[in-house]
């Protein structure tokens, strides 16, 4: 599996990048878009939405299954990846990148690890 070691990770399987100072782009990992399969719809959170750390902040549906997202971070939806609602598939196809699910305007992370901790998670 490919993780990047610019990104954190939560134990839920989602990434964070740091966009700017105060903003973060989140999205599941490829060892979670892996896990569930193709990707048919993803339900991400509304614009203006406060999200808290830990807590569900919206979906992701596959073939297989239905997966709760959990927000690594506590803070206010500012952008939504619109296109995942016509093609959800993205997050299967560049999870790290054309398949972000939102950013957030941050107020705190909620427990975050580097790749090599991820790494090691995923390996277990």
């Not at 614009?47 to 596959?62: D, H, I, K, L, P």
């Not at 699910?101 to 277990?124: F, K, P, R, T």
Request: glycine share 8%; hydrophobic share 40%; net charge negative.
């Amino acid at each position: 599996m490919y993780v990047p070691a610019d990104l954190r990770y939560s134990v839920d399987h989602e990434w964070v990048r740091v966009v700017s100072d105060s903003c973060a782009r989140i999205g599941i990992t490829d060892y979670a878009q892996d896990a569930l399969g193709e990707v048919v719809f993803v339900e991400a959170p509304q614009m203006g939405t406060r999200v808290e750390a830990g807590c569900v902040f919206g979906e992701v549906e596959s073939t297989k299954s239905v997966s709760e997202l959990f927000a690594p971070l506590t803070g206010e939806v500012v952008a939504v990846n619109e296109d995942l609602e016509a093609t959800p598939g993205k997050v299967n196809d560049d999870p790290y990148g054309e398949g972000w699910i939102c950013e957030v305007s941050v107020e705190s992370e909620g427990e975050l690890m580097d790749a090599a901790a991820y790494q090691a998670l995923i390996e277990d």
